[in-house]
């Protein structure tokens, strides 16, 4: 009868240490499950903010050439063009557009600077995101000749 109780404790000593294991490995693949999920949300939100900043690029590099080729670059930001708080006069400018569903704003600057023979409009071009960080930031210049526009 003693070897008897032996060999059972033996056992339940073994389902106890086995029961373990299998917690032990759950556990550990619950871990894994988890982290491996939170690993995919990041990786998302990181593909969705690099789509939005290459578009938020696009637009700037657009609205720069626009600047650029323009023979009056403030004439272009208009509040019937869609920009807003429009601030214009005969030496500076500045405006900002939201386009349609993005969740970002174009910021445009410009400055007139008298040089010998001409003026040169110093630019920038940026794209602001909802809490206001800097996603771009486009320098554009254009030179107008004293006696008129560029051909």
Known sequence: ??????AEALDESRNKVLLLEIVVV?????????????????ASALARR???????????EDVAERLRVHTDPAALLTAEAGWTDV????????????????DYTLRV???????????????????LDAQGGLRV???VARYVPE?????
């Open 137 to 139: 930031d486009l320098p």
């Open 87 to 102: 601030q214009s006069t005969a030496d500076e400018f500045s405006a900002g557009w939201t386009p349609e569903g993005a």
């Open 26 to 42: 759950l556990l550990f693949f619950s871990v894994s499950a988890v982290t491996t999920l939170q690993l995919f949300a990041r």
């Open 1 to 6: 009868m003693n070897g008897e109780r032996g």
């Open 109 to 127: 600057t410009g400055e007139r600077v008298e040089q010998p023979g001409g003026s040169l409009w110093e630019m920038r071009v940026q794209a």
């Open 50 to 60: 690099n789509a939005l900043d290459a578009q938020a690029l696009v637009r700037c």
């Open 147 to 151: 006696g008129g526009p560029l051909p």
